[in-house]
């Protein structure tokens, strides 16, 4: 009953729901007591010859005005019970919504994007089941059955009401013990089936690697087996299940046996009449219901528990970035980073070091390094996906980030990650994601600033091309493109580019950065990069190596320094010309033999 006392904060915002159901269902109980006692009634006056056509028209036309009052009953309850329940779908889907909207980077490594699915769709549902259904049976099984039993024992006989009830003790004890199996099984079954679910996301979204390498076969061997392991694990659950109809039904077959063996022997005696008798074995066979639903009880309300500790379990997971605001506005200005030393979450290896610089408000900030040197663990920390401990600080215009309303800090940066995620939409709709009621105007300006807009007008539906999930249908360079228009739509305080311009070429880069810079007019623009081209303009250079600062200065001032920095550049140009000239040849035909 855990279950119901966790969810005491729900029953309270629907105790009118859940009160006006409930009278209802004691409604129907007392409707569905007169039928049996009108039977008994009329098989009395028939063996004592007093049945009268009267008689009859008057009891045909009260069991008649009961149905009608029966079904109306019926109809309200349902509303209310399972009106709320379903509301209770809703709020727990928004809660865990946003929950997950709340929740750092660090949460999500930690989880796999099945389970968290799984919790959002197959937990709810079952606490919502618990919450309807659950509450309807427990109700009817004790107010239809208790109605019932007292109406026997008052209407027929005490004694053989009392000799009917001999085996219900044994329902009670093999259904609970039932009940705590299923509810460690079911949550067996729950998890594999999580696994099922992270295994079709992570398929879809990976079938264009999955068919370059030919792996169709064995990916789906890997769904078969976790499918027939979904299987397996659920029809162990099912096997528990399938035990409490036929306990139930045979407790109540006893009880009838043990009903018609005494009561015959009553009847005989002159205890009670042929009418009650038969009036007590139809009060007898409306327990059935009862008794099967606290059956089906038990199994919902385990159901409901194991699930509401799965989605508890998330809902009390404390995020690791604190929201305790002291700072109201966020005013633009001077970005500074004062790290001594910082660790992500659960690892002891150390990620940043000695990390310390400021970039003046409307400069451009370009970091390079080799992959894995810690450029983009600068930018998380800014972005506050991740807090810094004491001692360290990141600040914004001389105040501490983590000061800030994290909504508002985030309003300030227009980003654009590694990973360049598009949703399963329009190409109109990805790029005004952040101002949905942009014009279409205002979304090809976005997209011109980063030179998409001709591919786009290229396509057949030009800006209202559905791509697919994640933007399979496009090119790395057009999903990057596409990425950095978005990031630009509201004309944001800072710009960041975390390594968004890898998949496009030489010229492509340049256009764009010379219309950020020509836009841009007193902004703050971050940039990550590998080729030292697209930072050869920022005003300060920073090149990172094993999370620290090797390097730092202006292009003119790095490559005067002969380190890292202009060896690379130096590479990168040498590799870029020979390039370039091996397209003049081969455009001019110049194919010689040696």
């Given at each position: 009953m855990r279950v119901f006392k966790n969810l005491g904060w729900f029953f309270?915002?629907?105790?009118?729901?859940?009160?006006?159901?409930?009278?209802?269902?004691v409604l129907v109980a007392l409707m569905e007591l007169v039928p049996p006692q009108v039977i008994g009634r009329v098989i009395d006056r028939i063996t004592t010859e007093t049945l009268t056509s009267n008689t009859l028209?008057?009891?045909?036309?009260?069991?008649?005005?009961?149905a009608v009052l029966t079904y109306i009953f019926r109809f309200f309850w349902r509303v209310m019970i399972f009106g709320a329940s379903n509301r209770?779908?809703?709020?727990l889907r928004e809660q865990l919504f946003e929950k997950y909207s709340k929740m750092s980077p660090s949460f999500f490594g930690k989880r796999r994007t099945g389970d968290l699915m799984a919790h959002a769709t197959n937990d709810i549902n079952a606490v919502q089941m618990t919450a309807g259904a659950g509450i309807l049976t427990i109700a009817d099984s004790v107010i239809t059955g208790g109605a019932v039993l007292i109406t026997m024992a008052l209407t027929v006989s005490p004694k053989l009401t009392l000799i009917a009830m001999i085996p219900l003790p044994f329902m009670v004890i093999l259904t609970s013990w039932y009940g705590s199996i299923l509810s460690r099984l079911f949550?067996?079954?729950?998890?594999?089936?999580?696994?099922?679910?992270?295994?079709?996301?992570?398929?879809?979204?990976?079938?264009k690697v999955t068919k370059t390498f030919g792996y169709e076969d064995e990916d789906l061997k890997d769904f078969t087996n976790l499918s027939n392991d979904v299987v397996k694990k659920n029809l162990k659950v099912a096997k528990i299940d399938a035990l409490f109809d036929p306990t139930i039904t045979a407790i109540i077959a006893i009880s009838y046996f043990l009903s018609i063996f005494f009561g015959a022997r009553m009847v005989v005696a002159d205890e009670i009449s042929l009418g009650q008798l038969v009036t007590f074995t139809t009060y007898l066979?409306?327990?059935?219901?009862?008794?099967?639903?606290?059956?089906?009880?038990?199994?919902?309300v385990e159901r409901g528990k194991a699930s509401y500790d799965r989605i508890e379990e998330i809902m009390n997971t404390r995020s690791e970035i604190s929201t305790e605001i002291t700072t109201g506005s966020i005013p633009s200005g001077d970005i500074t980073f004062d790290v001594a030393e910082f660790s992500f979450p659960g690892e002891d290896e150390v990620s940043l070091e000695n990390i310390h610089f400021t970039l003046k408000e409307g400069e451009t900030l370009g970091i390079v390094g080799r992959t894995g040197s810690g450029k983009s663990s600068i930018i998380r920390l800014l972005l506050r996906e991740f807090d810094t401990d004491s001692g360290n600080s990141v600040t914004i215009n001389g105040v501490d980030i983590k000061q800030y309303d994290i909504k508002k800090l985030r309003g300030l940066f227009g980003y654009v990650p590694q990973d360049n995620f598009l949703f399963s939409t329009t190409i109109r709709n990805n790029i005004a994601f952040i101002n949905p009621d942009a014009s279409l105007e205002q979304v090809q300006k976005a997209a011109d600033l980063s030179y998409i807009h001709q591919d786009i007008s290229a396509f057949p539906e030009g800006y209202d091309t559905v791509v697919g999930e994640r933007g399979v249908s496009l090119s790395g360079g057009q999903k990057q493109r596409i990425s950095i228009a978005r990031a630009l739509m509201n004309n944001p305080e800072i710009l960041i580019l975390d390594d968004s311009l890898s998949a496009v070429d030489a010229e492509t880069e340049t256009a764009i950065l010379s219309n950020i810079e020509q836009n841009r007019a007193g902004k703050t623009n971050i940039i990550t990069a590998h080729r030292m081209s697209a930072v050869r303009n920022a005003d300060l250079i920073i090149v990172m190596e094993d999370g620290r600062i090797i390097e730092q200065g202006t292009h003119s001032s790095l490559t005067k320094a002969r380190g890292w920095y202009y060896e690379t550049f130096k590479a990168q140009s040498l590799r870029r010309d020979l390039t370039k000239e091996l397209d003049e040849t081969l455009e001019g035909g110049g194919n010689h033999d040696d």
């Open positions: 309270k915002l629907e105790k009118k729901s859940y009160i006006i159901g409930l009278f209802m269902l028209v008057l009891f045909g036309v009260l069991l008649i005005f009961v209770l779908g809703r709020t949550r067996v079954a729950q998890a594999a089936f999580s696994s099922l679910n992270d295994k079709t996301q992570e398929s879809v979204a990976g079938i066979g409306m327990m059935v219901w009862p008794l099967l639903a606290l059956g089906w009880f038990f199994n919902l």
